[in-house]
């Protein structure tokens, strides 16, 4: 935090626990969220909220964080745990982006997640694998 703070003037604080109507409230509000997990967790909600709600995620390269933002701008934008500089660096892209690209990118990001977990999607799938 000491860092980020250091190279983003001093924009950043923890919130603490947020209930999930808060959380969407963020998203919508929100360009991009800061995923830093540590833990190898299978499906991790804050990223597929975050792209549902078509919020940008930098997350760490963890667990299933990969395989969720898999073929996606997102993809882009994972980094190593505990590489900070490598979290410094998605965050400039993206603050070197314009408003027009981030509008793209939070609009493709929505469709992917729309897309890949539609429930016929999801069916049609699950029916491939168990055929």
Known sequence: ???LNDTFR?????LGRLSHEDMLKLYSRSYVVL???????LLLYVVMEAMA???LPIAS????????????YAEDMLFEVDNVEELVERME?????????IKDVSFSLREAMLKRFDPETIKRDLMRVFS
């Open 1 to 3: 935090m000491r860092k």
């Open 10 to 14: 001093k924009t950043f604080g923890l």
């Open 35 to 41: 995923v830093p997990s540590i833990c190898e967790e």
């Open 53 to 55: 709600m078509g919020t």
């Open 61 to 72: 390269r963890v667990g299933g964080i990969s395989e969720i933002v898999e073929g996606t």
């Open 93 to 101: 892209s993206v603050l070197a982006m314009s408003r027009e690209q």
